[in-house]
């Protein structure tokens, strides 16, 4: 099973990098599209199934938290998980995301290794030989 990655971050340059260290993982992706706020975000989520969402907090138009706010006020949404991928980093904000249902969070920066096992541990195993 390949995966679809939704990225949506606004600056450029990280989902750029986030691109190729989820490239660096090895782990089968069919897709990842790139957005740069939450309501682009979702936006694709409404139209697209995707496999994980990984979005940062601070954006334009609408930010991280609200987008998976709204992600969890939607039965089809819901079950799509989230990572939250920040520089911000206070307990009290993972304290947050955690209530929200997040399936993870890693600070910036982060390295493939972070990023694969999120995925495995989110989306089930992947056996290379597969």
């Not at 079950?79 to 947050?96: G, H, L, M, N, T």
Request: proline share 4%; glycine share 6%; aromatic share 4%.
């Amino acid at each position: 099973m390949a995966y679809t990655i939704l990225i949506a971050d606004d600056s450029e340059v990280i989902r750029g990098s986030l691109e190729r260290t989820i490239g660096m993982t090895r782990l089968p992706v069919k897709h990842i599209i790139s957005v740069e706020d939450g309501a682009q975000a979702l936006k694709v989520l409404q139209e697209q199934w995707v496999d994980i969402l990984f979005t940062d907090i601070h954006m334009p138009n609408m930010n991280g938290v609200e987008l998976i706010t709204r992600m969890h006020e939607s039965s089809d949404l819901a079950q799509i998980p989230a990572a939250v991928i920040s520089s911000e980093a206070s307990q009290k904000r993972i304290d947050q995301l955690t209530a929200l249902g997040v399936c993870g969070y890693i600070k910036k920066p982060f390295t493939p290794e972070k990023i694969r096992a999120l995925i495995l541990t989110t989306l089930g195993g992947w056996d290379e030989a597969e």
